[in-house]
């Protein structure tokens, strides 16, 4: 019945998402792509998630090659991460939130690009967003949820993450380490290559925006690709955990400064040349026309008069051209 399609693993960490559990699930039970195992662990809702994840087990059963249906005592999304990954058996591991959806060809588009370019490790889509209720809606200046193209200024969040970064999602840069250490900003509905934990290992409390985390890992090692077309539902509602900044600037920190302390005891031949450019020389960054040098580990020789600047508690060095092409502080 498979044929030669390798088994993808989906795996769902599911936390009080009453409300949109099942329409995830639904959304891989009508995954045009067949060969898939479901992986889900309730990670101690105090909402009724776990009663609505049981209901679906007949039907889930029928449908995939594999289902785990587990709840356990609440322990954070990272230690829940890990137990799926663990107990994944696909060549092909597919991530959903448990309040986002994905498109009907979302997994077979994603499998057959792995499936004939070996040298990457992870492929995302676009993401349209979509409201409490399942319409598909946009963001205006501000990411308030608007449903005229009139009225918005990000179309999809591929929109929104392209603008913010000034990256080419299409280019060669995008899921490079020198542009993932200034910020995240991979979408949402990724498969990842399962061999690729082999070296990044697993998630960790240590660095608590796992996404984030796990991006930078994946990046040391293999290349990256962004497929231009919606593939995913991105859920946007008053509980998104993005929303609730002082969290997100705290996990932010503890993420960049365990990255730190990983990019220091680097094994040097096993990474990416970006890697090592970043490590020793730091990465020179370009927006809206001002220059900026973010500096890990070293200080380099010559730069004087150089004004300090904190962000996530990475040094930011920001300067300007002298009329000699010396390297001055900014004002």
């Known amino acids: 019945m498979n044929g030669n399609n390798p088994l993808v693993s989906v795996i769902i960490s599911a936390y009080n998402h009453e409300k949109y559990i099942q329409y995830t699930i639904k959304s891989i039970i009508n995954q045009s792509y067949k060969n898939i195992e479901l992986l889900i662990i309730d990670d101690g809702s105090i909402d ?18 594999n289902v785990m249906f587990r709840t356990k005592p609440n322990e954070g999304s990272c230690i829940t991460l890990n137990k799926l990954l663990k107990s994944a058996k696909g060549k092909y591991v597919y991530l959903i939130a448990s309040d986002d959806m994905a498109k009907p060809n979302a997994i077979e588009k994603e499998t057959e690009f792995l499936e004939n370019n070996p040298d990457y490790a992870l492929v995302v889509g676009d993401n349209e967003i979509i409201d409490f209720d399942n319409n598909q809606c946009y963001w205006d200046k501000k990411r308030n949820l608007v449903y005229s193209k009139k009225q918005a200024k990000y179309l999809t969040f591929g929109d929104f993450l392209q603008k913010q970064t000034d990256i080419n999602f299409n280019s060669s840069d995008f899921g490079s380490y020198k542009t993932l250490y200034i910020s995240n900003y991979i979408p949402n509905g990724y498969l990842i290559r399962k061999s690729i934990f082999e070296k990044t290992g697993y998630f960790t409390p240590k660095a608590p925006l796992e996404d984030y985390y796990l991006m ?5 090692y293999s290349k990256m690709k962004y497929l231009d077309e919606v593939l995913f539902s991105y859920r946007w509602h008053n509980s998104n955990t993005i929303k609730n900044k002082s969290k997100i600037k705290l996990y932010t920190n503890l993420t960049r400064e365990y990255e730190e302390e990983i990019l220091a005891k680097i094994n040097e031949n096993d990474v990416l040349p970006d890697v090592l450019e970043v490590k020793n020389k730091g990465v020179f960054y370009k927006k809206q026309g001002i220059p900026f040098i973010f500096e890990l580990l070293t200080y380099k020789k010559g730069l004087n008069k150089i004004k300090i600047f904190k962000l996530f508690n990475i040094k930011i060095f920001k300067m300007t051209k002298s009329k000699r092409g010396k390297m001055h502080n900014a004002t």
């Not at 009724?48 to 090659?65: H, L, V």
């Not at 930078?216 to 040391?220: F, V």
Request: glycine fraction near 0%.
């Open 48 to 65: 009724n998630t776990w009663s609505e994840i049981q209901k679906m087990k007949a039907e889930c059963e029928k449908r995939f090659s």
């Open 216 to 220: 930078l890992q994946i990046s040391k």
